[in-house]
């Protein structure tokens, strides 16, 4: 189970932070990361972090947003920098575990002045 937080409502340029708490080890996973959905869009790709440590970030993303981990409190992090209004949607946490895929709730992120 996923429990994402740390959503709301941020001017152009600032900075957010979200979290997403795992009822189980993060290492238990082949695969966690972050989506988002825009409203009227689909769901699109965030980061993607596996467990051999890669990270892949969508190029929209890249040098702004930041991926992070916490294992001893079961913790993934988005440090989201520089956002703008493009970066508004519901952000989802996912984890991927063999063939299963687990997703949080969505925290919705709001950039507007």
């Known amino acids: 189970q996923l429990q994402a937080s740390g959503g709301g409502l941020v001017q152009p340029g600032g900075s957010l932070r979200l979290s997403c708490a795992a009822s189980e080890s993060i290492y238990n996973f082949d695969v966690m990361g972050w989506y988002r959905q825009a409203p009227g869009k689909r769901r699109e790709l965030v980061v993607r972090?596996?467990?051999?440590?890669?990270?892949d970030y969508a190029d929209s993303v890249k040098g702004r947003f930041f991926f992070s981990t916490d294992v001893a409190k079961n913790m993934v992090y988005l440090k989201m920098n520089s956002v703008n209004p493009e970066d508004t949607a519901d952000y989802y946490c996912?984890?991927?575990?063999?063939?299963?895929?687990?997703w949080g709730q969505g925290t919705q992120v709001t950039v507007s002045s």
């Open positions: 972090f596996t467990s051999a440590g890669i990270a």
């Open positions: 996912n984890a991927q575990q063999s063939t299963s895929t687990y």
